[in-house]
Nanobody
């Protein structure tokens, strides 16, 4: 069964950095698009960053220039490097994978495979 497991969340100060990792178990990302979304209580999931099957990267305007998404050569891990963190980045971050689709979508419903999430808390 395809599973995604995130790690790397934590509590940090504004301006600090964190790297989130998403490891695929029972499958690989292959040529499928993958993305990171985040969610705060009471709000919908928000697209943060995505990487296409060919490696193209896409970012939400709010994180552009601060976050970097990457994928390892074995295509088993997708990472999110987060620099210059702000209190408004506080959220539960989840990774997701499309199935049979290399194009990144900014819509959570386009991703059938999800991890359980990891909490990021940024204090001022």
């Amino acid at each position: 069964q395809a599973q995604l497991v995130e790690s790397g969340g934590g509590s940090v100060q504004a301006g600090d950095s964190l790297t989130l990792s998403c490891v695929a178990f029972g499958h690989t990302f292959g040529l499928n698009a993958a993305a990171w979304f985040r969610q705060v209580p009471g709000k919908d999931r928000e697209f943060v960053a995505g990487i296409g099957g060919a490696g193209s990267q896409y970012y939400a305007d709010s994180v552009k220039g601060r976050f970097t998404i990457s994928r390892d050569n074995a295509k088993t891990t997708v990472s999110l490097q987060m620099n210059s963190l702000r209190p408004e980045d506080t959220a539960n971050y989840s990774c997701a994978r499309r199935r049979g689709e290399p194009l990144v979508s900014r819509t959570a419903a386009s991703y059938p495979v999800w991890g359980q999430g990891t909490q990021v808390t940024v204090s001022s």
